[in-house]
């Protein structure tokens, strides 16, 4: 669901959740970053990326590894845009580096990466 810090407040102000919002069925988001203005890549565990567009889900990634779970950092490469549309991700055995207008994610570099969360 979109919503806006109040700086006064500090309470969060949504927007319309009817029009900016994700319903998710099951399971949960374990990780979201905002590529663009209404761009979404999420992760759910333990494998799946989505990216959801003005709200409504439109790929889902496959990691070409199904051991390379837990992907608890979503990074967009600096000047992201869709000239440039790659992001990078932690994943369990590896570090990624995704294409985000094909769908396509690759292994970066072949290392464990350690999060908070295990």
């Keep these: 669901m ?11 102000i949504l927007s319309d959740p ?5 319903k998710i069925k099951s399971g949960f988001v374990a990780s979201i970053v905002e590529l663009t203005e209404n761009t979404l890549l999420m992760h759910f565990p333990p494998t799946d990326l989505l990216i959801a567009r003005d ?6 990634i496959p990691d070409p ?3 390379n779970i837990m992907k608890y950092q979503l990074l967009p490469i600096m000047d992201y845009d869709q000239s440039f549309p790659f992001a990078i991700l932690s994943g369990h055995k590896c570090v990624s580096i995704l294409n985000i207008e ?7 570099i072949q290392t464990e990466v350690q999060t908070s969360f295990g």
């Design 18 to 22: 009817d029009t900016q919002s994700i």
């Design 55 to 60: 709200w409504k889900v439109t790929n889902k």
């Design 65 to 67: 590894d199904s051991g």
């Design 2 to 12: 979109k919503a806006k810090l109040d700086a006064t407040s500090g309470k969060l």
């Design 102 to 108: 094909t769908s396509v994610m690759m292994p970066l």
